[in-house]
């Protein structure tokens, strides 16, 4: 399995496009763009690839899925194939043909992968798949471009853009059901990092002072800022897990039609420290068939993203907050308002 404390920060490192990209993120043509580009240069070497392969959890999901719902005799497109592995299990369930559709030169590696393992029904297409139309309709799209916050990696608008051109009618998106969770979490006590003034010290030493202070103001970094959440650090939600968002990409019409101010209120069960809001997303392939990157089930490549909140809170006490997704796709522009 290897190091997976290192990949989950692989992964979540790779989420953030950086100052530029956020300067232009009102235009969701050049967004794409750039997302692009950034897809091709994040996923061009053996070590990120090797994190994905090393993730079981993943893996499995989407054996287990690929394998229910690819019937014998179907058409697939593997959007984004990288390795070719979505590709080679599209194969292996009985698909007639597979167009496997990579953007970056790391399709040379999986055209290598497939001849040594004898596939003859699958077509590397080195090629953006918003530029490529297949000559026959497609019965399955397989995709793989969900980022640590479900929506920075393009998936949205390559998916739906295949769906609206080449899918045919009554065909199947895997996985086409999603949920994205931002959740108020309560960390282990020994993996807790607590705000400056809020840390208890031996000896009687008092850090409230600092909370108002004027002095300690200037070295605060803000008290909203993001974290990613380290492997194991979560042990507890603050109430029931509710989905903030909930969409089929069967039947969603675009990104602009999912909504990006969302209320979130849960009612402790004990007293506790609640640390902030943490984000993951659930992956459905069908009924029996889901991938979760929920800090709370089986350790994946994803990581989890953290609003810090830091506030005691006891049993029966309400929370109530406002995440606001500026840029759906930039989680970077994400805040979280407390609202008590």
Same mark, same amino acid.
């Given at each position: ?25 009102a ?35 989407? !054996? ?20 070719g ?11 007639k ?16 992968i ?22 026959e ?9 969900? =980022?640590?916050e ?19 009618? =009554? ?51 803000? !008290? ?17 897990? $509710? ?7 069967h ?13 979130i209120? $849960? ?40 609003? !810090?909140?830091? $506030? ?7 929370? $109530? ?20």
């Amino acid at each position: 399995m290897g190091n997976r404390a290192s990949q989950v920060v692989t992964k979540a490192a790779r989420s953030t496009v950086g100052f530029a990209a956020r300067r232009i993120a009102a235009n969701e043509w050049l967004m794409g763009v750039v997302y692009d580009h950034m897809n091709e240069a994040n996923f061009a070497g053996l070590a990120e690839h090797e994190e994905m392969l090393s993730d079981s959890v993943r893996v499995d999901a989407y !054996r287990r899925g690929i394998h229910r719902n690819v019937q014998p005799g179907d058409v697939v497109l593997d959007l984004g194939t990288g390795t070719g592995l979505l590709a080679f299990m599209a194969s292996r369930a009985g698909a007639k043909k597979v167009y496997a559709v990579e953007h970056s030169d790391f399709i040379e590696v999986a055209r290598e992968i497939a001849q040594h393992n004898g596939f003859t029904n699958i077509e590397f297409v080195q090629a953006n798949s918003r530029e490529f139309t297949p000559p026959e309709p497609i019965d399955v799209v397989l995709h793989e471009q969900m =980022g640590d916050e479900l929506f920075n990696e393009n998936m949205l608008q390559n998916v739906l853009d295949l769906r609206d051109r080449v899918l045919r009618p =009554g065909g199947r998106i895997l996985p086409a059901r999603f949920r994205l969770f931002a959740e108020p979490v309560a960390f282990h006590e020994s993996m807790r990092i607590r705000r400056f003034w809020n840390i208890d010290l031996p000896d009687g030493i008092d850090l409230s002072c600092t909370e108002q202070s004027p002095i300690a103001t200037r070295f605060d970094t803000g !008290r909203n800022e993001q974290f990613w959440a380290r492997p194991g650090s979560v042990a507890s939600t603050i109430g029931e897990p $509710r989905p903030i968002l909930e969409f089929d990409l069967h039947d969603l019409e675009s990104l602009d039609s999912l909504d990006t101010d969302h209320l979130i209120e $849960r009612t402790a069960a004990t007293d506790t420290i609640v640390d902030g809001y943490c984000v993951w997303f659930d992956a459905v392939f069908d009924d029996a068939t889901a991938l979760s990157t929920s800090p709370l089930a089986p350790l994946t490549s994803w990581g989890n993203r953290v609003f !810090r909140l830091d $506030r005691e809170i006891a049993a029966g006490e309400k929370l $109530r907050a406002n995440l606001r997704m500026g840029q759906l796709f930039e989680p970077s522009t994400w805040y979280v308002v407390p609202l008590d």
